[in-house]
């Protein structure tokens, strides 16, 4: 924490790290942009890192972790300016410390080879307060959101006149490291702490605040006994927030970190207990449409009970087949206004009707739920069955790799919005130098969206581009492939919503990432 967000420097660990404790480190990079690198497949490392670093859109700064390097490429990233990063080196690279902007860190020894000592204690004053790892997550965002305001009153007026009022929710004495932050992070000079005009009048601006109470502990209950509960606390609490409250009397950091809204609603809002309608509204699970199980009303009403909440009028679900699935909510459609060819010209009528149902899956833009995910399996068993026959013949000598093809295409479409075709041809060609099997695989309403349909649809029938079936999602047909034959994923989405069934780890480990960059396609790890 004290290298990576309060100083704001570089790590580089060595020997090798596996990814899933090196994504741990994430927690503590608020305020950028993750970039996922594996070295080996780049043949211009420093090139990419320097294109990016002049051509990215992001408000935020990008953070590289970047694995599997050799000492020769540690050198070049090291000699990139203005770079945050985190390096997992796969030799022995200490020879190459050079003063402080990279902390060398030695996995076998368990030792920093080049770290200053400094105070630790507001550090361990926030991990030991912090009941669980969200509740650490959120305070170091609610930092780094002071850390803006104060940014943003310096650059307005260059006075500090009003910084203690933006720091006052930490103790005096962590005040200078949470400036020093700001300094680093948005290279400033901020003003020493002796410059600023603290009151210790207690009829100051306190007053207004000692009565106010700290909810903590009941937010954590609240949230962190049951998951899929949690959750739609959490939204809402904003949805609350949206449609109850004055935005204007909220502290930016109430408006976004949910810990500081609960606290803001029970002082002012909820000053006798949570409403008996908002706990009514909350067991109904309307917002993430999740179906309570039997296990999980006996948590929620293990929160009612913890916190002396009245228990609501409602009906327990005593269905136990329809466990851990998501009720699905109804949709509306617009008519979809087209010219509907004739039938005598079967082959139009054909595709229109497909460009139909597509049209129809993309406007319903349904939820992922058990009945989906059962489709997905049942429709991705015949897939595998095929691929099966047509790869047994080869062995276990080449990889293959599903491609979330319309996810790639995303990021190189031509002027008019279209994806293009010839880029499945650079793709393809990338991996065949690669020596990988590989099968393209696109939404099923996306064919519609290319720039020459005459084309894709030729690669379609030729069976070298795959349409994921109707009814299941491109991103979910993709993973089950892989899954199920043992390969790998070529995609840069990183699948957030299907980690309860893959596993994160399992995810990262299948993952391929890749770049179009001036129109070449490129792999970013393997």
């Known amino acids: 924490m004290n290298i990576l967000f309060f100083q704001q420097k570089n790590v580089i660990i060595f020997p090798y790290v596996d990814l899933k404790h090196l994504h741990s480190l994430e927690i503590f990079t608020a305020g950028h942009n993750i970039v996922d690198l594996e070295s080996t497949a780049l043949h211009d490392l420093k090139g990419l890192l320097e294109f990016e670093s002049t051509n990215t859109y992001s408000q935020s700064p990008s953070l590289y972790f970047i694995y599997n390097l050799d000492k020769s490429k540690v050198k070049e990233v090291m000699s990139l300016e203005n770079i945050r990063c985190i390096l997992n080196a796969s030799e022995n690279v200490s020879e190459l410390v050079n003063g402080s902007r990279f902390i060398f860190y030695n996995k076998k020894s368990n030792q920093f080879l080049n770290l200053d000592e ?95 109470q700290d909810f903590s502990d009941e937010y954590t209950i609240l949230v962190s006994t049951n998951r899929n509960i949690g959750k739609e606390f959490i939204q809402l609490l904003h949805d609350y927030r ?98 509907m060819p004739s039938i005598k010209d079967f082959a139009k009528y054909k595709v229109w009707i497909m460009d139909m149902l597509g049209e129809i899956e993309s406007n319903l833009k349904l939820p992922l739920t058990a009945k989906k995910i059962s489709r997905a399996t049942k429709v991705t068993h015949s897939t595998t069955q095929e691929l099966n026959k047509k790869y047994s013949g080869k062995g276990k000598t080449q990889l293959l790799v599903f491609i979330d093809t319309t996810n790639i295409l995303n990021e190189d479409r031509d002027e008019n919005d279209n994806l293009k075709v010839e880029n499945i041809i650079k793709i393809s060609k990338e991996l065949e130098s690669k020596g990988y099997d590989y099968e393209h695989i696109i939404d099923a309403n996306s064919r519609h969206r290319f720039d020459d349909k005459i084309q894709i649809d030729k690669l379609i029938n030729e069976g070298k581009v795959k349409q994921s079936p109707y009814g299941v999602e491109a991103d979910l047909y993709v993973l089950e492939c892989a899954n199920r034959l043992d390969g790998k994923i070529v995609s840069n989405d990183a699948f957030r919503d299907h980690w309860d069934k893959y596993g994160q780890s399992w995810v990262y480990n299948h993952r391929i990432a890749c770049k179009f960059m001036r129109g070449e396609f490129i792999i970013l790890s393997t």
């Open 242 to 339: 949206s449609k109850k409250v004055n935005s204007s009397h909220l502290a930016l950091e109430q408006l976004f970190n949910p810990l500081e809204l609960y606290n803001y609603l029970r002082n002012h809002h909820w000053k006798e207990n949570i409403p008996d309608t908002f706990i009514k509204e909350w067991s109904e699970m309307k917002l993430s449409q999740y179906k309570l199980t039997e296990a999980d009303w006996d948590d929620f009403e293990s929160i009612l009970s913890k916190l002396q909440l009245h228990k609501p009028i409602y009906q327990r679900n005593e269905d136990k087949s329809i466990n851990n699935t998501k009720s699905e909510p109804v949709h509306s459609i617009s008519p979809i206004k087209t010219n």
């Open 118 to 212: 400094s105070d630790l204690s507001f550090e361990e004053f926030l991990i030991t307060s912090s009941a669980n790892k969200e509740v650490l997550q959120d305070t170091i965002h609610k930092i780094k959101v002071i850390s803006s305001r104060i940014f943003a009153e310096l650059n307005q007026d260059n006075s500090s006149n009003t910084l203690p009022q933006l720091l006052k929710d930490f103790d005096k004495k962590y005040w200078k490291k949470i400036l020093d932050f700001t300094g680093y992070y948005f290279d400033i000079d901020v003003p020493d702490l002796s410059q600023l005009q603290i009151c210790d009048d207690p009829q100051g601006d306190k007053k207004v605040d000692e009565n106010l």
